[in-house]
């Protein structure tokens, strides 16, 4: 079995329940009719916008990338799935699958804020797609990762938030910092160091995440 097919599976079986779809959708429309209501006429500091973004990126990311393997124990084909792939198979299809969806919505939160918000402009847009590229990696990897772990355990809608929260908490404080540049207007060479760290955390989460794997999946 090839990573595309788990891939394709995957993709059939959103189509039919949509559950990620969904509660990706409901809870962009909701987070960002929340932080526009409590806002008011307010002015929005322009250094807040860029942390309010990847606020709403970070919870629809809970909201809807944490049943990647409870999907597969609540249909019971966990042991079907270890009986004719590889673990590196599947966990390569399902970071496929994660990735797409990953930089799909966040593609669509990132237009939907930026027409909501004004004070939300970009000055430097390379630096601003470079963070948005590294940073949707590592939040697909990461997810990826956790969403297995949960996978064994009896309270999954619980424990997801717990896990991700100190996992990603540096990832979103890097990109926050690198929107706040991108905003600024701060030539790419400046925020050359914080862009490497993206990378040092992209390759450590994919490198752990593939260590990992092999005993979470068969354990």
Known sequence: MKPFALFKKDYHSELRTRYAINSLAMFI??????????????????????????????????????????SEEDRGTTLLLQLIAKPSTIFNGKLLFNLILVFLMNIVITLLYSALFEEFIIRNIILFLSTFFLANIGLAVASTIIAAIISKAGAKGTLYPVLSFPILLPLILISVMLT????????????????????????????????????????
């Open 29 to 70: 429309i909701v987070a960002l009719s929340v932080i526009l209501f409590s806002i008011g006429n307010e002015k929005v500091p322009q250094n807040l916008t860029g942390g309010l973004l990847w606020v709403v990126i970070f919870f629809s990311a809970m909201s809807g990338l944490s049943r990647a393997f409870v």
């Open 180 to 219: 706040s540049y991108s905003m600024l207007g701060t030539s790419f060479d400046q925020a050359l160091v914080e862009i490497m760290v993206l990378v040092c955390y992209d390759i450590i989460m994919l490198t752990a995440s593939y260590m990992l794997f092999d005993f979470i999946w068969k354990d």
